[in-house]
């Protein structure tokens, strides 16, 4: 089973992006999953997570408002799309998935991690 990130890039302050996160192996319907980032020289940060139903969203506070998180479950996609970019918005971006419940900022429950998409945004 592999977490897959796609769609990153070069995008100017104030521009868009959505980043896809493809599922190969088996289906994650029943998966919470959700986004990370990690800044240069920075930890990695929490960004959005999304209950296996879809029902809970959750957002880091530095994304509120600007990010969505959704999933297509037919697809095994999950997806971020990002408004309003800032260039603190600059980092590598991680999909993330574990069985159950709702993936919280202290990554504890965690236990399948996609290998990062750069996303640079520029001023």
């Known amino acids: 089973v592999q977490l897959v990130e796609s769609g990153g890039g070069l995008v100017q302050a104030g521009g868009s992006l959505r980043l896809s996160c493809s599922v190969s192996?088996?289906?994650?319907?029943?998966?919470?999953l959700g986004w990370f980032r990690q800044a240069p020289g920075k930890e990695r940060e929490f960004v959005a997570a999304?209950?296996?139903?879809?029902?809970?969203?959750v957002y880091g506070d530095s994304v509120k408002g600007r990010f969505t998180i959704s999933k297509d479950d037919r697809k095994n996609t999950l997806y971020i799309q990002m408004e309003s970019m800032k260039r603190e918005d600059t980092g590598v971006y991680y999909c993330?998935?574990?069985?159950?419940?709702?993936?919280?900022?202290?990554?504890?429950?965690?236990?399948?991690w996609g290998q990062g998409t750069q996303v640079t945004v520029s001023s």
């Open positions: 192996g088996r289906s994650f319907s029943s998966y919470a």
């Open positions: 999304i209950s296996w139903s879809g029902d809970t969203r």
């Open positions: 993330a998935e574990q069985a159950g419940g709702i993936i919280g900022e202290d990554e504890v429950g965690v236990e399948l």
